[in-house]
C-alpha cells in the first residue's frame, strides 16, 4: 500500500473571524510539519459579510458592537500569541469582509503571476490583514488600509489595483462562494479533506487536524475507509 504523495486541503475562513485569527497558529504549523506533503488552497467565506446586520442588529440585546469587542477580547485572551486591540469593532468597525477578501483574491492573482520568489505572500497578506484588524484596529475593508498592507509587504500596487479593477478578483471570490455552496461549509474557520468527505469546523485543536492528515496520507485512494 503506497502512501500519498501529498495532500489537498481547502481552508474556509472569514478574515474577520476572531477563531481563525487565534488559529492561524495550527495553519502554521501544519506547513511546518507537513511541508510538501500537503497542499492548503486557501479559501474565503463571508460570514461577516454585513457586519451592520451581523453585529450591530445580531447583538443588538447584548450591546451591539461594544459587546460583541468585549467577546473578541475575551477570546484573543485564551491565546497568548495574539492580541485584541480595544478599538477593533468597538470603534473601529469594518462594513463588509468581502471587501478585505477581494483584496486578497488580487494579492492571489498577483502572486500566481509573479516569479516564483513570490510563493507565500498571500499566507502572509491574509495574516497581516487579520493583524492589522485585530492587532492595530485599522478599517481592513477601505482600499487605503489594504494598499498600506500590500506596500508594507514589498507588493506592487498596480498588479493588484489591476486585478481588483478589471473584474479577476471578483470572479475569483466567486468561485470560493461556489465552493462553499458546493461543499456545504458552514463556518469559519473551516478545513475540507478527502475531497469533501470529511471537514473540521470551528476551534479544532491541533493534534485532531494532525491526526486525521496522518491517516489520509497513509491511505493509497480517496475510497479507501480509515481508521481514524
Not at 484573543?76 to 492580541?83: D, E, G, I, K, L
Not at 469559519?188 to 469533501?196: D, I, R
Not at 491511505?219 to 475507509?225: S, Y
Amino acid at each position: 500500500m503506497t502512501p500519498r504523495t501529498s495532500l489537498a486541503i481547502d481552508y474556509f475562513s472569514d478574515v474577520l473571524c476572531v477563531w481563525a485569527y487565534c488559529g492561524q497558529i495550527r495553519i502554521d504549523e501544519l506547513c511546518r510539519a507537513f511541508g510538501d506533503r500537503i497542499a492548503i488552497r486557501y479559501r474565503f467565506l463571508s460570514v461577516f459579510g454585513n457586519t451592520p446586520r451581523k453585529i450591530g442588529a445580531g447583538w443588538a440585546e447584548r450591546g451591539g458592537f461594544e459587546g460583541y469587542a468585549a467577546h473578541v477580547s475575551s477570546v484573543a485572551a485564551r491565546f497568548p500569541h495574539v492580541s485584541a486591540h480595544a478599538e477593533a469593532w468597538a470603534r473601529v468597525r469594518p462594513a463588509s469582509s468581502s471587501a478585505a477578501h477581494l483584496f486578497l483574491k488580487a494579492v492571489q492573482l498577483s502572486e500566481d503571476s509573479a516569479a516564483p520568489a513570490a510563493s507565500g505572500l498571500l499566507e502572509k497578506a491574509i495574516w497581516a490583514t487579520r493583524c492589522a484588524f485585530f492587532g492595530e484596529a485599522r478599517d481592513v475593508a477601505t482600499r487605503p488600509v489594504q494598499m498600506e498592507i500590500a506596500e508594507q509587504l514589498g507588493l506592487s500596487r498596480s498588479p493588484i489595483e489591476a486585478a481588483l479593477d478589471d473584474g479577476r478578483a471578483f470572479a475569483a471570490l466567486c468561485e470560493d462562494n461556489e465552493a462553499q455552496l458546493t461543499q456545504k461549509i458552514e463556518g469559519s474557520p473551516t478545513l475540507v479533506f478527502n475531497e469533501g468527505r470529511q471537514k473540521l469546523y470551528g476551534n479544532v485543536g491541533y493534534r485532531i487536524i494532525q491526526a486525521n492528515i496522518e491517516e489520509l496520507l497513509r491511505t493509497p485512494d480517496a475510497q479507501t475507509g480509515s481508521w481514524c
